[in-house]
């Protein structure tokens, strides 16, 4: 079975950090695309950052660039998002997901609260 596992959310002063963890198992992780997605209460999911898998490049968001930080184990079958400077507006639940062309997985979200 496919999944993804995310954890690492908590509550958070503002400037303070957090770091997500995305486990991933049940297909080949290496040729995925794995991002990081969040919703706050009343807005759409948008997407935060990304990493390809098989050749290491990234995306960001205007809103997170400078602040957040992907990386990827590929041993451990796990995406890290680091996220530093955290701000009352990035309170969200955070999602991660893995793309391979058509085919996309969604893990269960873990629910990041910063406070001002």
């Known amino acids: 079975d496919v999944q993804l596992q995310a954890s690492g959310g908590g509550l958070v002063q503002a400037g303070g950090s957090l770091r997500l963890s995305c486990a991933a198992s049940?297909?080949?992780?290496?040729?995925?695309?794995i991002g990081w997605f969040r919703q706050a209460p009343g807005k759409e999911r948008e997407g935060v950052s990304c990493?390809?898998?098989?050749?290491?490049?990234?995306y960001y968001a205007d809103s997170v660039k400078g602040r957040f930080t992907i990386s990827s184990d590929n041993a451990k079958n796990t995406v890290y998002l680091q996220m530093n400077d955290l701000k009352p507006e990035d309170t969200a639940v955070y999602y991660c997901?893995?793309?391979?062309?058509?085919?996309?997985?969604w893990g269960q979200g873990t629910q990041v609260t910063v406070s001002s």
């Open positions: 997901n893995a793309r391979w062309g058509s085919v996309t997985y």
């Open positions: 049940g297909f080949t992780f290496d040729d995925y695309a």
């Open positions: 990493i390809s898998s098989s050749d290491g490049s990234t």
